[in-house]
């Protein structure tokens, strides 16, 4: 039986269940605990709910724990496989009063987004896809895009926590799926220039051009963007580790963003080039690595390594 319905009114403070207290999690819930809110907060492994506690927050034994007199509950877990056990096999979902919000703000496909968008609806509860951009520096910092999509209606009690999580919210649309196919997009545009980058790089290198003379070069002039600078560093330093977003979970989303594409009949032809050259750096045990140690397979078909 459903416990009560929140009333319908915007509060400064809110209690907020986190789930998934990964690499980015962990500092976005810590800013909502820095900011005020009572976070109840579960993760897989122990050590960073700990962590977390010690700022403030209240640790949650199970997923339904985290979720129990949630207001709104946030899911940041490592993919479809891990949020469809969190958030059903557990029991997550019916563990929330009527009327909270769930907030997504993974990574995920989009097909999973509708699935779970429809589960959510079948409960009397509401759905939001919020994925963000970002790395772990600016989710420290509070600066991520958040990529949302979902009921309009239910925006403005969220908003408060996207505030302080984020930089600026962009809203795509009433349908969750909008924003997970948004994040998707955007990352296979990463992807696509991390691949750019060490193809270019090694082509001046084959000159005799020092990669780190023309990276800096590129990335302070005509692709002076976050994506170019943040990666086109690594790759010229070749700094992979420790890994802010690993080269296996960039796989994924190029995985997911083909997917996503097959759906909808739309051709994503380097998308393609871009999953075979993941599957070689996973061949070459690099899947741990920095997503900018996709780098080193133009490289090594270079003869460069």
Not at 14 to 19: A, D, E, H, K, R
């Amino acid at each position: 039986m459903r416990k009560r319905s929140f009333p319908n009114k915007e509060l400064s403070i809110m209690q907020v269940g986190f789930l998934g207290l990964g690499t980015m999690g962990f500092p976005m819930a810590a800013n909502l605990v820095k900011a005020g809110h009572r976070v109840r907060a579960w993760n897989r492994s122990q050590e960073p709910v700990a962590r977390l506690a010690a700022l403030g927050a209240e640790p949650a034994a199970a997923p339904a724990d985290a979720a129990d007199g949630a207001e709104v509950l946030i899911a940041m877990l490592a993919d479809d496989a891990a949020s469809r056990d969190v958030l059903l096999a557990q029991g997550t979902l019916d563990a929330l009063a009527n009327g909270a919000v769930v907030v997504n703000m993974a990574t995920v496909s989009v097909a999973f987004t509708r699935d779970i968008a429809a589960e959510h609806a079948a409960r009397s509860l509401s759905y939001i896809a919020a994925p963000v951009l970002g790395r772990v520096n600016v989710a420290e910092a509070g600066q991520l895009n958040i990529l949302a999509a979902g009921e309009a209606a239910q925006f403005d009690r969220v908003q408060p926590l996207f505030d302080v999580l984020g930089q600026k919210t962009w809203r795509f649309g009433d349908r969750p799926e909008q924003a997970a196919a948004v994040k998707l997009a955007a990352n296979f545009m990463i992807a696509s220039a991390i691949e750019t980058m060490a193809e270019a790089s090694t082509l001046a290198a084959g000159h005799g051009v020092a990669k780190t003379a023309f990276l800096e070069m590129l990335t302070s002039t005509i692709f002076a963007a976050p994506p170019y600078k943040g990666y086109g560093a690594a790759i010229a330093e070749e700094r992979f580790e420790p890994a802010g977003f690993k080269l296996s979970l960039g796989l994924k989303d190029v995985r997911l963003a083909l997917e996503a594409a097959d759906a909808v009949n739309v051709p994503l032809p380097f998308a393609g080039v871009l999953r075979d050259n993941h599957l070689d750096a996973l061949a070459h045990g690099e899947g741990h690595l920095d997503w900018a140690a996709l780098s080193r397979v133009a490289e090594r078909r270079a003869a460069q390594k």
